[in-house]
Nanobody, 126 residues
Framework: QVQLVESGGGLVQAGGSLRLSCTAS????????MAWFRQAPGKEREFVAS????????YYADSAKGRFTISRDNARNTVYLQMNSLKPEDAAVYYC???????????????????WGQGTQVTVST
């Protein structure tokens, strides 16, 4: 089993920045694929970005490209999502997710990830 704990959410003005963190514990592995998803009220949970733990290679949804950066700290078993130039439409609960197989970066469906954190709220004010 893997436990994921997110932190770093909060209230930010449009144009501002936030950094989310996701710390993994339990059965950690360098073969992970880690991802961030988000879910706004009344909407489906959507993929934001993924990172292959062992190589650090990344993949982004179009909505995140150029503004968000996913990264990892191996020593801390932590994945980050740096979010810049935030927009009101970025407001959502952000979830960290993990899967053991990282054969491809392009797992963008929530059903591809068996392990999830509890989520952290991001609110963007105008």
């Amino acid at each position: 089993q893997v436990q994921l704990v997110e932190s770093g959410g909060g209230l930010v003005q449009a144009g501002g920045s936030l950094r989310l963190s996701c710390t993994a514990s339990g059965r950690t592995s360098s073969s992970y694929l880690m991802a961030w998803f988000r879910q706004a009220p009344g909407k489906e949970r959507e993929f934001v970005a993924s990172i292959r733990w062992i190589t650090g290679t990344t993949y982004y949804a179009d909505s995140a490209k150029g503004r968000f950066t996913i990264s990892r700290d191996n020593a801390r078993n932590t994945v980050y999502l740096q979010m810049n130039s935030l927009k009101p439409e970025d407001a959502a609960v952000y979830y960290c997710a993990a899967r053991f197989s990282a054969d491809t970066l392009y797992y963008t469906g929530r059903n591809n990830y068996p392990y999830w954190g509890q989520g952290t709220q991001v609110t963007v004010s105008t």
